[in-house]
């Protein structure tokens, strides 16, 4: 079992829908969890951070973290073709900044117009 | 304020060969990191620096060898190239210690070098 799993999609919304993009994971021992954005041929983005429990907002975005079911989300409002990327779940354990991150295997986003 | 750079951009190599990544790290940033992201794959952890030292491994093999600069810019060495070794390596520099604003926090990824082995 990978210690963090992610649907790989491809999702296909139209401009305008809320997107929900979801991981799970098994180990514990994680403490941060982050989302990142990729474009084609650049390197991930981030857009979310989370300490611990909890939601966590920023304009368009919202993050939540259940840890007690070992669930993260992203949600994206009011979609928009800019948004189509590959979005990845990552996580790491103590140590924050200075620790490895685990990702997930990145939801392939496509927004249509 | 220049983000990280890595060069190539792109590479093509035959299997057996060795080849040299290179990074240098956001203005302000002193810890390397190093990602191989295989084809529709997350990135994996290949290893970090700081102080110019191995701090942290992931399941790699010993042909993935690393060195940091005092100027903590960095190379990833990768010995006897597989066929399974063509990726997109992504380097990644941090903060060891910083306050935890979303600037500084995590890491800032590089565009990094896609490695095609023939």
């Known amino acids: 079992q990978k210690e963090v799993e992610q649907d790989p999609g491809p999702l296909s919304v139209p401009e305008g829908a809320i997107v929900s993009l979801n991981c799970t994971y098994s180990?514990?021992?994680?403490?941060?969890f982050m989302w990142y954005r990729q474009y084609s041929r650049k390197g991930p983005e981030l857009l979310m951070y989370?300490?611990?429990?909890g939601n966590k907002e920023d304009g368009r975005f919202t993050a939540q973290v259940d840890k007690s079911s070992k669930y993260i989300s992203l949600f994206i409002r009011d979609s928009q073709p800019s948004d189509s990327a590959t979005y990845l779940c990552?996580?790491?354990?103590?140590?924050?900044?200075?620790?490895?991150?685990?990702f997930g295997t990145g939801t392939l986003l496509a927004v249509q117009p | 304020d220049a983000g990280v750079t890595q060069s190539p951009t792109h590479l093509i190599k035959t299997r057996g060969q060795q080849v040299t990544l290179r990074c240098s790290p956001k203005?302000?940033?002193?810890?390397v990191s190093w990602y191989q992201q295989a084809l529709g794959q997350g990135p994996q952890f290949i290893f970090q620096?700081?102080?110019?030292?191995?701090?942290q491994r992931g399941n790699f093999p010993d042909r993935f060898s690393g060195h940091q600069f005092p100027n903590y810019s960095s190379e990833l060495n990768v010995n006897a190239l597989l066929l399974g070794d063509s990726a997109l390596y992504l380097c990644?520099?941090?903060?060891?210690?910083?306050?935890?604003?979303?600037?500084?926090?995590?890491?800032?990824f590089g565009s990094g070098t896609r490695l095609t082995v023939v």
């Open positions: 990552a996580m790491s354990g103590y140590g924050g900044a200075t620790n490895k991150l685990i």
């Open positions: 990644a520099s941090s903060l060891a210690q910083g306050a935890r604003s979303r600037e500084s926090y995590g890491y800032t």
């Open positions: 180990n514990s021992a994680f403490q941060y």
């Open positions: 989370t300490y611990s429990s």
């Open positions: 620096y700081y102080e110019e030292e191995e701090r």
């Open positions: 203005s302000g940033h002193d810890t």
